[in-house]
């Protein structure tokens, strides 16, 4: 066993904090005056430190860079109205980050890395996190290989750090998405699951594809029959069909969204009709050629809710009526107050730091 890893604090001589427009937060254009950072080296974490931001020097023969030897996570912190902070549900990241992990052969990363490097970062740069509506620090933890060596192996050593970032709204209005039928996101036995930088790489094209014929995002499909609905960009997708909460169940093609798992969870606690399961492409469109189909909106931390005003599938675009977004409109108001502190925290997601 390893020594209790001591962090080193090296603080920025100044603070760029000023820089910092609060009335006009974008999506993660600037970055907080710290990061945090650790090595993996000889079998062991060490070197627990946190520095001013700034670039990192790589070796050209990095394997993160040649084959994608590299995995991240995504969450937000929140300042309430009395000036406290949390981070939403950070355990539930953690956790992922190590499943994540396992899957791309990358060492374990220790809950007191983790958890209270984050934590600790957060307190040197707590005047980053903004209150105004809206808005909230990204917190970008992310692990990737250092070896320097370009041959195709698991790395032995490996770096991992956390940058953060003031964000406001990921999409400024509703999406439009197109059903995906040709190219395929995850396939079983690959790594949809972890959240692995190759993922989003192979997945740029396709939305360029989509882009440039005028949609926001894709909706994936299974890559067997694209039959059955997966993911809609970067997000987990669910539908109200009737009066029923409906979504895809996770797996190895789906990635285990903590969003997702926060809405079924309000969803049930307020008694909705709930059903995780596999969902045909075939009856989403058939959903929404009768009516049947309320909603449609994409879950993820960056968005937390994305509307989905459209759908297209072979050609064809189905609207949806938004003044029948009922439930996607209160669960985010629930989520919001609850990641604020302005209703009881039941089910004990924040974080205070
Ligand atoms: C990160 C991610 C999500 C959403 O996960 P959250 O934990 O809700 O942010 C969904 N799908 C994919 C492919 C992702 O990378």
């Known amino acids: 066993m390893q020594d209790t890893l001591q962090l080193t604090i090296h603080k920025a001589p100044h603070s760029r904090i000023k820089e910092l427009d609060y009335n006009n937060i974008k999506f993660a254009r600037q970055y907080s005056d710290h990061m ?10 060490k070197n627990l430190r946190i520095e001013p931001y700034g670039n ?39 956790e ?3 499943i994540s992990a396992e899957r791309m052969v990358m060492p374990a990363i220790p809950e007191e890395i983790f958890m209270d490097g984050m934590r600790e970062l957060l307190k040197v740069d707590s005047q980053w996190v903004p209150n105004v509506e809206g808005t909230a620090l ?40 197109r059903v995906e039928t040709h190219y ?11 959240k692995t930088a190759g993922n989003y790489a192979a997945s740029l094209y396709p939305a360029k594809l989509a882009h440039k014929d005028g949609y926001d995002q894709l ?56 059903e995780v399961r596999p969902l045909t492409v075939d009856e989403l469109i058939d959903a ?25 599938h072979e ?14 409109e209160k669960v985010l108001k629930a989520l919001n107050d609850i990641r604020l502190g302005r209703v009881e925290d039941k089910f004990g997601w924040n974080y205070l730091i």
């Open 315 to 328: 050609g064809i675009d189905y609207k949806l009526d938004q003044s029948g977004w009922e439930f996607s």
């Open 219 to 274: 909706i994936w499909t299974d890559g067997q029959e694209h039959k059955y609905v997966e993911e809609s960009g970067t997000m987990n997708i669910m539908f109200v069909i009737g009066d029923t909460l409906v979504t895809a169940p996770t797996g190895d093609t789906i990635l285990n969204g903590i969003t997702r798992d926060s809405v079924l969870t309000l969803a049930r606690d307020w008694g909705m009709n709930v």
């Open 36 to 45: 945090l950072l650790a090595d993996y080296k000889g079998g062991e974490w």
């Open 96 to 98: 992922r980050m190590n």
């Open 138 to 177: 990204y917190i970008r933890p992310f692990m990737f290989a250092i070896d320097e060596f370009i041959g195709v192996r698991p790395s032995d050593d490996f770096t991992f750090m956390i940058i953060t970032s003031p964000v406001g709204a990921y999409y400024a209005k509703p999406v439009k998405v």
């Open 56 to 94: 990192i020097s790589l070796s050209p023969a990095n394997p993160a860079i040649h084959y994608g030897q590299s995995i991240f996570e995504g969450l937000k912190a929140y300042k309430h109205d009395d000036g406290k902070i949390s981070i939403f549900r950070p355990q539930a990241n953690f």
């Open 184 to 194: 395929t996101r995850a396939v079983k036995g690959g790594t949809g699951y972890a």
């Open 288 to 312: 929404a050629k009768t009516g049947k189909l309320k909603e449609a909106f994409g879950a993820g931390t960056a968005a937390t809710i994305a509307h989905v005003d459209t759908i297209a």
